[in-house]
């Protein structure tokens, strides 16, 4: 139990670290791509002004008149007018409003081994694109990229030509690849040393609380066993006077009468605590063997039919398979035994006067399960989940109708476990309850199942 809690806490604490260390990753990333994105813009947004001031400057000298007079053509003059400030991984176009090209900087890179072109068909799509002012956007052509954007000149001599600038951000975009893996790299190395650290401080926060259980449970079990031995002498006690209670006044064989079932009942939670602190302790121990858990079943119902038959249930057998040999189990029987008498005597306890016990088995070559079903007082759904719990009662009318010990459907749930089967329970208040427990036809050895 202690190493389920142990190993839940880490996990949880490192889901914790986790989830902080994905969100500062994803914070720091978003602002070095930020920082990247905002310095490239700033530099093509430059660029674009001074080419813009440049252009104008150009359209006032002679040269200017002619390179941008319609009636010349264009191919008698130098198209390659770049600005001052162009680098060599930058380029710089000139669109008239019709969308021809007026001037075109060098189409060279400087990221590139040799000063690869730019790939001019590849942008020719964003050249042609009416720019939104100082909106710059990605384009990707032969594994690189460029940013590219521009203006529409507003005013002037050339109004309405249009201003676009591009830069390769091929290296950018690499280190940003690399620094995402840098940082995933480096959250994965911080969560397996805050799981570690999570596993740890787990170990230790829960370490006082494992001495104090190991106390409770020692204690359960040293009590347990020291109450067996004066049980033994009252029930021998009992027996010894109930041979002669023939002889008593009534008054006496009443009172005879009540401490019998007050040391049956004593005996019984006795039994119960031990069996509890054992499983808890994982010290349980099955007897694994084959046998046929249709007789069993109906060995339970015959040693509980005097109950029924006291209380006015109605005990039956609901199964209509006859094949014993479809229905053998391999488990251990005194246990499965237990399990059957629990919840029987549980459906019989909770029934009512004229009330009727179903008890079937249900055999597959993969599994076998029965069930038991009563006629009884139900159990509301917001209760279902703690019927397992030691001691639970649901309410106070339950636990005055009830003479047993709190701790049978606790017992019989590690039962179940112990065997790796499955328990199942459907209940509608004042309708009934259905229990199903499925087991394995050949399951594992269960030797020293350890329930904790």
């Known amino acids: 139990m202690f190493k389920r809690t142990r190993t839940r806490l880490t996990r949880e604490f490192s889901l914790t670290v986790g989830i902080i260390l994905m969100i500062s990753a994803i914070f720091c990333l978003w602002m070095v791509q930020h920082m990247l994105t905002t310095s490239q813009d700033n530099q093509l947004r430059t660029l674009g002004k001074q080419y813009v001031s440049e252009l104008q400057s150009l359209v006032e000298s002679p040269k200017g008149q002619i390179v941008f007079d319609a009636a010349v053509g264009k191919e008698k003059f130098n198209t390659n007018f770049a600005p001052a400030g162009l680098q060599l991984n930058q380029m710089a176009w000139l669109f008239d409003p019709n969308g021809e090209v007026i001037f075109q900087s060098e189409p060279t890179s400087k990221l590139v081994p040799g000063g690869a072109n730019f790939p001019i068909t590849a942008l020719l799509p964003s050249l042609l694109k009416v720019p939104e002012d100082n909106v710059y956007h990605n384009v990707h052509s032969d594994g690189r990229t460029f940013r590219i954007g521009g203006i529409v000149i507003p005013s002037g001599d050339i109004e309405n030509y249009r201003v676009i600038v591009a830069q390769e951000v091929t290296s950018d975009i690499v280190l940003m690849k690399q620094l995402r893996w840098a940082f995933a790299g480096f959250a994965l190395l911080l969560l397996a040393a805050g799981g570690a650290a ?29 109450l067996r031995t004066p049980l033994s002498i009252l029930k021998s006690a009992f027996e010894v006077l109930e041979e002669q209670s023939d002889k008593l006044p009534d008054f006496h064989r009443g009172v005879l009468t009540k401490s019998g079932r007050e040391i049956h009942h004593m005996s019984r939670l006795v039994d119960n605590l031990l069996l509890l602190a054992r499983s808890d302790s994982g010290r349980i121990e099955l007897v694994v063997s084959r046998f046929s858990l249709r007789y069993t079943i109906r060995q339970v119902m015959e040693q509980l039919e005097p109950i029924a038959a006291s209380k006015l249930v109605q005990l039956e057998w609901g199964s ?36 009727k016990v179903t008890v079937s088995l249900a055999a597959t070559p993969q599994k076998t399960s029965f069930l038991v079903t009563d006629t009884g007082i139900g159990i509301e759904e917001e209760h ?7 001691f639970y009662r649901m309410d ?11 701790l049978g459907l606790a017992i019989a749930k590690q039962i179940v476990d112990a065997h790796r089967a499955k328990i199942d329970v459907w209940s509608e208040p004042g309708v009934g309850t259905t229990f199903r427990v499925t087991l394995p036809k050949v399951s594992d050895s269960f030797q020293n199942v350890d329930l904790s």
């Open 384 to 390: 279902l989940p703690r019927i397992f719990e030691r």
């Open 396 to 406: 106070k009318a339950r636990t005055r109708r009830s003479e047993g010990t709190g």
């Open 320 to 355: 209509t398979q006859e094949n014993e040999d479809e229905a053998m189990v391999q488990a251990d029987e005194v246990r499965i035994r237990q399990l059957v008498l629990i919840l029987i005597e549980n459906a019989i306890q909770y029934n009512r006067e004229g009330g």
């Open 198 to 226: 999570g596993f740890v401080l787990a170990g230790r926060a829960m370490g006082p609380i494992a001495r104090a259980f190991n106390r409770q449970e020692q204690f359960t079990s040293d009590a347990s066993h020291e």
